[in-house]
Nanobody, 125 residues
Framework: QVQLVESGGGLVQAGGSLRLSCAAS????????MGWFRQAPGKERVFVAA????????LYSDSVKGRFIISRDNARNTVYLQMNSLKPDDTAVYYC??????????????????WGQGTQVTVSS
């Protein structure tokens, strides 16, 4: 089992940047494919980005491709989401998730086993 704690959210103006972090407990962090999802008020939780266990493969939603970068540091048990050129539409609660499986193109919420509590990102226009 793994526990996930996100940090780094906040209020930023449109065009700005934020970096989210997700710290994982346990010694087997490198066994998990990791993902970031987000949920805006009144909407479903949707996929943002994912990264393979080694960090060698990544996947992004079309809405963030070219603006966000997912990375991980297995020595620090941490996954990151660098968010650039932020837009008001990026406003949401951002969740870190872990999947005890190899990296796939599965972008569904049900494809992940463990979730953090979320961190709020608000982008003002």
């Amino acid at each position: 089992q793994v526990q996930l704690v996100e940090s780094g959210g906040g209020l930023v103006q449109a065009g700005g940047s934020l970096r989210l972090s997700c710290a994982a407990s346990g010694r087997t962090f490198s066994s998990y494919s990791m993902g970031w999802f987000r949920q805006a008020p009144g909407k479903e939780r949707v996929f943002v980005a994912a990264i393979s266990r080694s960090g060698g493969r990544t996947l992004y939603s079309d809405s963030v491709k070219g603006r966000f970068i997912i990375s991980r540091d297995n020595a620090r048990n941490t996954v990151y989401l660098q968010m650039n050129s932020l837009k008001p539409d990026d406003t949401a609660v951002y969740y870190c998730a872990a999947a005890l499986r190899i990296f796939t193109s599965d972008v569904s919420v049900s494809g992940y086993d463990y979730w953090g509590q979320g961190t709020q990102v608000t982008v003002s226009s």
